[in-house]
């Protein structure tokens, strides 16, 4: 059974760095494309960053250029930094899984069950 858990998330300061992990586990082949998500309150889950299997990666208009997305198949982990944060980076955040591995046009399959990332001072 395949299953995705994420971890690092909290309080961070405006202008402050995150780094988010997330453990897949029941995979029984090296995972084709992942990425993260993020859904504030009463807003849209939003796509945040994805990577494919041969490590291509994506991320979106509104954290390019501060966002790193990272990919360890051998421990089964998927990564996100995020620098910079804004208020507006406050969210939850999910990783993803696709059966697919199309960077552009990312289908989740499985979802973890998110992580809260709070920007305040």
């Known amino acids: 059974q395949v299953q995705l858990v994420e971890s690092g998330g909290g309080l961070v300061a405006p202008g402050g760095s995150l780094r988010l992990s997330c453990a897949v586990t029941g995979v029984p082949y090296s995972p084709n494309a992942m990425a993260w998500y993020r859904q504030a309150p009463g807003k849209q889950r939003e796509l945040v960053a994805t990577i494919t299997r041969e490590r291509r990666t994506n991320c979106g208009d509104s954290v390019k250029g501060r966002c790193t997305i990272s990919r360890d198949d051998a421990k089964g982990t998927l990564m996100l930094q995020l620098n910079s944060l804004k208020p507006e980076d406050a969210a939850v955040y999910y990783c993803?899984?696709?059966?697919?591995?199309?960077?552009?046009?990312?289908?989740?399959?499985?979802w973890g069950q998110g992580t809260q990332v709070t920007v305040s001072s």
């Open positions: 993803s899984l696709s059966l697919g591995n199309d960077l552009y046009r990312f289908s989740p399959d499985y």
